[in-house]
T-cell receptor, first 105, second 114 residues
Framework: KNEVEQSPQNLTAQEGEFITINCSYS?????LHWLQQHPGGGIVSLFM???GKKKHGRLIATINIQEKHSSLHITASHPRDSAVYIC???????FGDGTTLTVKP | EAEVAQSPRYKITEKSQAVAFWCDPI?????LYWYRQILGQGPELLVQ????????DSQLPKDRFSAERLKGVDSTLKIQPAELGDSAMYLC????????????FGPGTRLLVL
């Protein structure tokens, strides 16, 4: 069983919708990493967080250490947000299997 | 903007052959990671270097895989002999000091073993 679990596995949304991707982990962590992977394979770091909430543009990441849960939110989604979103236990470098997001115009 | 460089971008090889991948991390980054990503799954850590020393290679199949970072800068990952199941994306990442810091990923090397 993967230490880092993501849901949903696949997500399709219409442009403009609010999107939530969830990440749960089974072991304690000191920091959680949210990453974005585009179809060509390139991975970009979105957030590293250890508590509370972080916001960058239309992206918001939250983490609840006690509940071992984190969420990534995208407001006013756009087709260019289509990608695989991956969360990772930054302290152990273990990754979830990713959530494939498709935003339709 | 500084980037992690990897080469080659694509590699096709026959099983039982040897294959090598190269990674040049962002200048000044002490920590370098090699990951393997099978299609549809998240990256799996193969080896982590801190400068020239291996910090974690617990998931590296040492009977066929080897990695080195002799001068603590660029790194090479080798597979010998390659097997069909090794077909995957091999990703290199670097961070300034360690796991608690943001990792910057290279474009990856997509390996196909025939």
């Amino acid at each position: 069983k993967n230490e880092v679990e993501q849901s949903p596995q696949n997500l399709t949304a219409q442009e403009g919708e609010f999107i939530t991707i969830n990440c749960s982990y089974s072991v304690g962590i000191s920091a959680l990493h949210w990453l974005q992977q585009h179809p060509g394979g390139g991975i970009v770091s979105l957030f590293m967080l250890s508590s509370g909430k972080k916001k960058h543009g239309r992206l918001i990441a939250t983490i609840n250490i006690q509940e071992k849960h984190s969420s990534l939110h995208i407001t006013a989604s756009h087709p260019r947000d289509s990608a695989v979103y991956i969360c990772a236990n930054a302290g152990k470098s273990t990754f979830g299997d990713g959530t494939t997001l498709t935003v339709k115009p | 903007e500084a980037e992690v460089a990897q080469s080659p971008r694509y590699k096709i090889t026959e099983k039982s052959q040897a294959v090598a991948f190269w990674c040049d991390p962002i200048s000044g980054h002490a920590t370098l990671y090699w990951y393997r990503q099978i299609l549809g799954q998240g990256p799996e850590l193969l080896v982590q270097f801190q400068d020239e020393s291996v910090v974690d290679d617990s998931q590296l199949p040492k009977d066929r895989f080897s990695a080195e970072r002799l001068k603590g800068v660029d790194s090479t990952l080798k597979i010998q002999p390659a097997e069909l199941g090794d077909s995957a994306m091999y990703l290199c990442a670097s961070s300034f000091r360690g796991l608690q810091e943001t990792q910057y990923f290279g474009p990856g090397t997509r390996l196909l073993v025939l």
